[in-house]
């Protein structure tokens, strides 16, 4: 089975996630991942998206909102809980392009158009600390 995001911006964008059988036709049952409820908030740019147990991540990278998307598990299908993180959080998250789930717990977001990797504790929702090395070598932050 493949998860394929789509581009959701414009008038003829899914704001969704397309599911695939192996032979490329889409699932028959529940062709699109995330449940459309009106209460989701708009991904306008599906990016990358990550799944750990029953939580599905995923970025949306859109130049008035980018974000990271959290959902939650229910059958065959995912339903929007919450923004896990915006650029009103962290700064340097602008137009993520993907979110990878690191062995140590910690979400990676990677940002184009700041050249940065931001990483994120998803249950404090906070970005972790600048690497004391980082620190020193940079310390205006560029």
């Known amino acids: 089975m493949w998860w394929i995001s789509y581009r959701g911006e414009g008038k003829t964008g899914v704001d969704n996630i397309?599911?695939?059988?192996?032979?490329?036709?889409?699932?028959?049952?529940?062709?699109?991942?995330?449940?459309?409820?009106a209460?989701?908030?708009?991904?306008?740019?599906?990016?990358?998206?990550?799944?750990?147990g029953n939580d599905l991540?995923?970025?949306?990278a859109w130049r008035k909102d980018s974000h990271v998307a959290h959902y939650r598990r229910h059958g065959d299908t995912?339903?929007?809980?919450?923004?896990?993180?915006?650029?009103?959080?962290?700064?340097?998250?602008?137009h993520p392009?993907?979110?990878e789930l690191?062995?140590?717990?910690?979400?990676?977001?990677?940002?184009?158009?700041?050249?940065?990797?931001v990483a994120i504790l998803p249950e404090t929702r906070q970005p972790v600390p600048v690497?004391?090395?980082l620190l020193k070598k940079?310390?205006?932050g560029n």
């Open 18 to 37: 397309g599911v695939f059988e192996d032979d490329g036709t889409p699932r028959k049952e529940h062709p699109l991942l995330l449940d459309p409820s």
């Open 39 to 52: 209460d989701a908030h708009t991904l306008h740019i599906a990016r990358g998206f990550a799944l750990l």
């Open 57 to 60: 991540y995923i970025a949306s």
């Open 78 to 94: 995912f339903h929007f809980t919450n923004m896990l993180v915006t650029t009103k959080h962290v700064s340097a998250m602008v």
């Open 97 to 99: 392009f993907d979110v």
């Open 102 to 117: 690191g062995d140590d717990g910690r979400l990676y977001v990677s940002c184009q158009d700041t050249n940065t990797v």
């Open 131 to 133: 690497a004391a090395h």
């Open 138 to 140: 940079f310390p205006g």
